[in-house]
């Protein structure tokens, strides 16, 4: 359903929502002092996420940097040669799945708007915003400015992108959270390897976290599913649309991860699901320090952690990864966007052109 139906409807927090649209929900007047004490603390949170951020960036560059001092240029080219044709085909096709299942993250969002949008639209708008986001970073900033963008061409107002944003990137951190439960679940083992924890530990931690996602899929079935998210109030998707979510994650995030899987040196020293786990955990990390697409986060997580024959294969692995995940989509989008408003613009021009054709006889009529 939309957000709270149609029509205007009070907020909990005494904002309202309009006509599907994601409104600003605004809380009680409250006494000054209580105000300056949420403030401070909301102050301190900031500060502490920042200076998290900052550590967990500065950490992982003197990885990276550590790992470039200790590998010569010749070996890195010569991993980077070594890798096989097949291992680079199959990492484009994954990509392609991979943002094939990204367009779905869009689709149900405005399903679950009560949006009708081309399905050529729709997958314009969600693959461009996420080859951005995923390169540039900000992804509230970014994706929502790009799918604005394409998406008021077919009348959503700024409230219906910021929803839609929200609600597609809701289902990313639901196929996360899949992802690392069954992962934690089932290789509590391989994953001890490289957390250190007890493989005990890993196994209640994953079987929380699927115990989470269970409650969250029985809230979701009981109705009047509404949320507070970035200071937006929103109905959250039903039982089957959250399932949905759940199937789409876990394709998206499989896919990606499987890209990078796929250009490691083989044999390979470690096992898919346990892999993907780490990788999981890496683009946690990434997304946590708020560097540009985890770029140097995500890949001290993976020189860290994941085993390989040198760090020279790994490393080229990586580099390869960015250039095929993420630099290639970037530039494709960058075209896709051009071409888009090209076109957009020679349809106005053409239609000025019709217009004034067709004025012209009827002037010279009037004469």
């Known amino acids: 359903m939309a957000l709270q139906g149609y029509g205007t409807v009070p907020g909990r927090d005494g904002g309202e929502e309009c006509d599907g649209e994601a409104v600003p929900a605004t809380g009680p007047v409250i006494p000054g002092i209580v105000r300056d004490k949420k403030e401070n603390r909301h102050r301190i949170r900031h500060l502490f996420a920042v200076g998290l951020s900052i550590g967990i960036f500065i950490l992982a560059t003197v990885v990276v940097a550590r790992t470039f001092t200790q590998i010569s240029f010749d070996e890195l ?199 993907v786990t780490v990788y999981v955990f890496g683009s946690l990390l990434g997304i946590a320090s708020n560097a540009p697409g985890g770029i140097g986060v995500f890949e001290a997580t993976m020189l860290k952690t994941v085993p390989a024959h040198s760090e020279a294969a790994l490393l080229a692995s990586l580099l390869l990864f960015r250039i095929i995940y993420y630099l290639v989509p970037f530039v494709l989008a960058l075209a896709m966007l051009g071409a888009h408003e090209s076109i957009k613009r020679w349809k106005s021009l053409r239609a000025a052109m019709v217009r004034a054709s067709e004025e012209e006889p009827d002037e010279a009529e009037g004469d």
Not at 190 to 211: M, Q, T
Not at 236 to 247: A, S
Not at 255 to 270: E, K, M, N, Q
Request: charged residues 10%.
């Open 77 to 275: 080219r010569g991993a980077i040669a070594a890798t096989g044709g097949d291992q680079i085909a199959t990492a484009f096709l994954l990509t392609a799945v991979s943002f094939l299942a990204l367009t779905g993250y869009d689709a149900l969002a405005l399903r679950q708007l009560k949006l009708h949008v081309p399905y050529p639209t729709t997958a314009l708008a969600s693959f461009t915003s996420y080859a951005i986001s995923f390169t540039l970073g900000f992804p509230l900033i970014t994706a929502g400015t790009v799918r604005y963008w394409i998406y008021s061409g077919k009348g959503l107002s700024g409230g219906k992108v910021a929803s839609l944003t929200i609600i597609a990137g809701l289902t990313f951190w639901l196929g996360m959270a899949l992802l690392i439960g069954i992962g934690f679940t089932v290789r509590a083992n391989g994953v001890a390897n490289l957390d250190h924890l007890d493989p005990l530990a890993n196994r209640v931690i994953g079987i929380a976290i699927i115990l989470a996602l269970v409650g969250y899929l029985v809230w979701a079935a009981q109705g009047h599913r509404h949320a507070k998210i970035q200071g937006f109030r929103l109905e959250l998707p039903g039982f089957w649309l959250t399932v949905g979510q759940l199937c789409l994650g876990l394709i998206d995030l499989c896919a990606a991860s499987g890209v990078l899987f796929a250009l490691l040196s083989p044999p390979r020293a470690i096992d898919y699901l346990t892999f």
